[in-house]
């Protein structure tokens, strides 16, 4: 039979072992309490137009696509379509010809977000679209200032003379609509987010009820 101190030290020496794998595997993960949460980058996204002249990793916008498609959709339909430019000449294009996408010019990238309106309803529900391509682009922010980038949703629908233009430069079929174009970068600098909490916009169960909100 062996020496019980020598099974008990072995023991404790194992212990120790699992115990800092465990906390590396966590450091290496991200799990740790420091990391930003979900609330965190909703409450510190704000819109960025100055870039630097980094540019953006292709794993990175595979994220910023993947979190777009990771949106909610009506009836699942996930009418949601992207235009990836990462062309100088159409982004000097864009910043040249609207006057709310001059960031363009300096932009990394953009992604143009489009509805395709073969894969929406008919009837009175066809313009869920809308609703659906919104729901990506606002992960689509909220992702690219959680990788450290930064980025402005700029509308296109439903101003019909930049829906043509758009539809025209990047030779878009007839069913696909340009709903707005999101510039992406890196951040020239540190951005500070806008406080919008205002209590007095909120209403319980009808609209001439409200309730004491604390700030």
């Known amino acids: 039979m062996k020496n019980p101190t020598y099974l008990i030290l072995l023991l404790a020496i194992g212990l120790v072992f699992v115990s800092y794998k465990w906390v590396t595997s966590s450091q290496a993960t991200g799990s740790t309490e420091t990391k930003p949460t979900t609330i965190e ?8 137009r100055a870039y630097s002249d980094r540019k953006v990793e292709s794993e990175k916008i595979d994220t910023l696509l993947r979190a777009a498609m990771a949106a909610p959709s009506a009836g699942n339909k996930q009418p949601w379509r992207f235009i990836v430019i ?7 294009w864009i910043g040249e010809n609207f006057r709310t996408m001059t960031m363009a ?6 992604i143009v977000m489009c509805g395709d309106l073969t894969a929406t309803f008919g009837g009175d529900a066809k313009d869920y679209w809308i609703e659906d391509v919104s729901a990506a682009s606002e992960n689509l922010l909220l992702a690219a200032h959680a990788i450290g980038l930064g980025a402005v949703w700029c509308g296109i629908y439903p101003q019909t003379e930049r829906v043509e233009q758009f539809s025209q430069q990047l030779h878009l079929p007839a069913d696909i609509v340009p709903m707005a174009c999101i510039c992406i970068g890196y951040p020239s600098g540190p951005t500070t987010p806008k406080d919008k909490w205002k209590p007095e916009y909120i209403h319980y169960n009808t609209w001439d009820s409200v309730r004491t909100i604390l700030r």
Request: proline share 0%; no cysteine.
């Open 105 to 110: 010019k300096n932009a990394a990238l953009a």
């Open 86 to 92: 990462d062309d100088r000449n159409t982004l000097d």
């Open 41 to 48: 980058d909703i409450m510190t996204r704000t819109s960025v």
